[in-house]
């Protein structure tokens, strides 16, 4: 296992097991390693007291100070070119693997992997020690390299990921305090990522969460969040505008790969989500 660090990074990479792992508390200084595993996630904190801003897929990202934000290998990010620092971890599955280990940090389709909208959040001030100390804890355990290197990493990772967590979570809770309820906006989240390619109507997402369609369509009500339907379709469309921001495909390729039997439909939803056609957004763009 190789390891790296500088005054404000660190990370390893094993070339036996393909593991990643990286921790900066400068991004933009080091983003050149803190990106260079293609299939990361990734942790972004701003412990800054002014605000950062970035581009990420088709729009433009701002974290607020003491606030976070994630992503993942499906995000395209441009950083800007100043001096702004951002603290970063970042990790593939390899390392390890948040969708195998779900039910021990519970963090899909809050963190990682929902449909929702971008996970930005600001940390509230009685977290914010806790986190601090944890930041702590990573740049220490980099100095103290020993045999339970790679497991003290991933018991570090896991408690800020746990933390992480509860934060989102108690976003949905101060409107709809119900833990089963939230449990089932998660999975949905996370379910609609695994297949809104094949599953596109409420009844697919209702069946697979043992509830009946106007019960999930009630939940979504209560806690303020965007219909489920609505929630499909604004996932089918993102992925649509990256594979025309990204890629060379045409519309009948995107529409085909998305599902769609004809063309007509997704450029009809594409218009009715983003007020353009995918050939105006397009050209928007170029």
């Known amino acids: 296992m190789k390891a790296s660090q500088s005054p404000k990074s660190y990370g390893l990479n094993d070339p036996l097991t393909g593991a990643f792992f990286h921790f900066t508390e400068d991004l933009n200084a ?14 972004l904190w701003n412990r ?5 801003t970035f581009f990420c897929d088709d729009q433009t990202v701002v974290i607020q100070p003491n606030s976070f934000c994630t992503l993942t290998a499906l995000n395209f990010v441009k950083l800007p070119e100043d001096n702004n620092k951002l603290t970063a971890i ?17 963090c899909n389709g809050i963190l990682f ?23 702590d804890l990573f740049i220490q355990e980099f100095k103290e390299v020993d045999p339970v290197h790679n497991e003290m990493l991933v018991t570090l990772l896991k408690l800020l990921i746990i933390r992480l967590t509860r934060i989102g979570k108690s976003k949905i809770r ?59 379709h604004k996932r089918i469309i993102l992925e649509a505008k990256r ?21 007509s439909q997704l450029s009809k939803l594409f218009k009715k989500i983003t007020k353009k056609t995918p050939s105006q957004f397009k050209l928007m763009k170029d």
């Open 174 to 232: 101060r409107v709809q305090g119900d833990h089963q309820n939230i449990e089932i906006i998660r999975k949905f989240n996370f379910l609609v990522e695994l297949n809104f390619r094949k599953k596109k109507q409420i009844s697919d997402y209702a069946f697979l969460l043992n509830v009946s369609p106007k019960k999930l369509s009630e939940i979504f009500r209560n806690a303020k969040l965007d219909p489920p339907l609505v929630t499909i």
């Open 30 to 43: 080091d983003q050149k390693l803190a990106f260079s595993m293609p299939l990361a996630n990734h942790i």
């Open 90 to 106: 970042s990790f593939n599955q390899e390392f390890y693997c948040i969708r195998d280990h779900d039910h021990e940090v519970s």
């Open 243 to 263: 594979m025309l921001l990204f890629s060379f495909k045409s519309i009948n390729e995107i529409s085909d790969e998305l599902g769609f039997e004809d063309p």
């Open 48 to 52: 800054s007291h002014q605000k950062y």
């Open 113 to 135: 992997y929902g449909a929702q909208n971008f996970p930005l959040l600001p940390i509230p001030s009685e977290d914010q020690p806790g986190l601090e100390k944890l930041c």
